[in-house]
């Protein structure tokens, strides 16, 4: 069983810059594809973005793209989600996941995830 722990969420003023960690417990492969999505109350959960270790593969969604950037340090099973150029319309909770199965293309679809975290809050002021 994989748990997911966000952290780095917080309150920042439009162009600041966050970074979100995702720490995970449990082995997960490089061949697995991890992601983060946010959601608002006013908006479904929508993906923001997406990376495969074994193909070092990024995916993101074009409203955070020259903008935000995904990693991973294997070695500290820890997912990063770098933000900045941050905008009011980047608030939101943020959430991990991590799919079960292996697939050579993530995307940003929340179908194809299984395991979630929690949440981190970023709010961005204007």
């Known amino acids: 069983q994989v748990q997911l722990v966000e952290s780095g969420g917080g309150s920042v003023q439009a162009g600041g810059s966050l970074r979100l960690s995702c720490a995970a417990s449990?082995?997960?492969?490089?061949?697995?594809?991890m992601g983060w999505f946010r959601r608002t109350p006013e908006k479904e959960r929508e993906g923001v973005a997406s990376f495969l270790s074994v193909s070092s593969s990024e995916w993101y969604a074009d409203s955070v793209k020259g903008r935000f950037t995904i990693s991973r340090d294997a070695t500290k099973n820890t997912l990063y989600l770098q933000m900045n150029s941050l905008k009011p319309e980047d608030t939101a909770m943020y959430f991990c996941a991590v799919a079960l199965l292996y697939r050579p293309s993530c995307g940003i679809d929340e179908a194809g995830y299984d395991y979630w975290g929690q949440g981190t809050q970023v709010t961005v002021s204007s």
């Open positions: 449990g082995y997960i492969p490089r061949s697995r594809c």
